[in-house]
């Protein structure tokens, strides 16, 4: 079974940083690629940040690049996502999601770790 399980998720202030780390198990060789959405009651999810790990290439949204930096270890299958200079627009759930099937699709996601920015 596939499982991926985030952590370190929090409540910061403004201006503050953390790092969240995703570790994904199960039948994982192949995987492309791995990555963070964030989701917010009521609203769509959207895409942060993920890496390719044929290449190592990351790739971000606008609303975070330049502050957000997405790393990991393709041996080890861990993702993690640092955060910089954090704005309460950030506070969201954020999941780690992995491409397994196809190179363009994140078909398997984690549970969610809360990010609560306070002003």
């Known amino acids: 079974q596939v499982k991926l399980v985030e952590s370190g998720g929090g409540l910061v202030q403004t201006g503050d940083s953390l790092t969240l780390t995703c570790a994904l198990s199960g039948r994982t060789i192949g995987t492309h690629a791995m990555g963070w959405y964030r989701q917010v009651p009521g609203l769509e999810r959207e895409f942060v940040g993920g890496?390719?790990?044929?290449?190592?290439?990351?790739n971000y949204a606008d609303s975070v690049k330049g502050r957000f930096t997405v790393s990991g270890d393709s041996v080890k299958s861990v993702v993690y996502l640092q955060m910089n200079s954090l704005k309460p627009e950030d506070t969201a759930r954020y999941h780690c999601a992995a491409a397994i099937l196809r190179s363009e699709v994140y078909d398997h996601w984690g549970q969610g770790t809360q990010v609560t920015v306070n002003s």
């Open positions: 890496i390719n790990w044929s290449d190592g290439n990351t």
